[in-house]
T-cell receptor, first 113, second 115 residues
Framework: DQQVKQNSPSLSVQEGRISILNCDYT??????FLWYKKYPAEGPTFLIS?????DKNEDGRFTVFLNKSAKHLSLHIVPSQPGDSAVYFC????????????FGTGTRLTIIP | NAGVTQTPKFQVLKTGQSMTLQCAQD?????MYWYRQDPGMGLRLIYY???????DKGEVPNGYNVSRLNKREFSLRLESAAPSQTSVYFC??????????????FGPGTRLLVL
């Protein structure tokens, strides 16, 4: 039972354009969502998060949108840069916490120069 | 400040052998975690420790044991390795700043191959 789903295993985007990564969840108890970025042979690194009391959070080139009614969140990267090529994981937790994260399966983003 | 360190980086085991994966953090975090990552499965929580002296099962604890040796160290033990435990294992830690939970910081991972 995959409670956090990333239905696109891979995505290719031209440098300078917008990258949009999507994530869906089924557990209505989730109230805190995070995006992690992972390069090969390294551990995931935190990118951006959002709590369910918000519908948008911005940090530089990265914006996360949350649609609670659709149980959907998305990560927008504008403009996309070659260094953004990595695997992106969506994660969720309950009680606005950061413990016992449930991860999605990841989306491999490739930025084409 | 090394963050989260894991040893070994890579290990090959035969079925039935045992081994311990080591993890240490130097960020004075209370909480530590062990995950495994398999192709097409994302990261799944094996065990976590909310504080020194406490451990709790995660999503996939079967076949594993953990020890929170002290605040810095959290080890994962495979008593009798099976091919299904071939995976990449990540350790992570998190703390609180001003009462607010911080994000989890991950180590570089241990690649385990069980033949």
């Amino acid at each position: 039972d995959q409670q956090v789903k990333q239905n696109s295993p891979s995505l290719s985007v031209q440098e300078g354009r917008i990258s949009i990564l999507n994530c869906d969840y089924t557990n209505s108890m989730f109230d805190y969502f995070l995006w992690y970025k992972k390069y090969p042979a390294e551990g995931p690194t935190f990118l951006i998060s959002i709590s369910s009391i918000k519908d948008k959070n911005e940090d530089g080139r990265f914006t996360v949108f949350l649609n609670k009614s659709a149980k959907h969140l998305s990560l927008h990267i504008v403009p996309s840069q070659p260094g953004d090529s990595a695997v992106y994981f969506c994660a969720a937790s309950v009680n606005f916490g950061n413990e016992k994260l449930t991860f999605g399966t990841g989306t491999r983003l490739t930025i084409i120069p | 400040n090394a963050g989260v360190t894991q040893t070994p980086k890579f290990q090959v085991l035969k079925t039935g052998q045992s081994m311990t994966l080591q993890c240490a953090q130097d960020m004075n975090h209370n909480s530590m975690y062990w995950y495994r990552q398999d192709p097409g499965m994302g990261l799944r929580l094996i065990y976590y420790s909310a504080s020194e002296g406490t451990t709790d099962k995660g999503e996939v604890p079967n076949g594993y044991n953990v020890s929170r040796l002290n605040k810095r160290e959290f080890s994962l033990r495979l008593e009798s390795a099976a091919p299904s435990q071939t995976s990449v294992y990540f350790c992570a830690s998190s703390g609180r700043t001003g009462g607010v939970r911080e994000t989890q910081y991950f180590g570089p991972g241990t690649r385990l191959l069980v033949l």
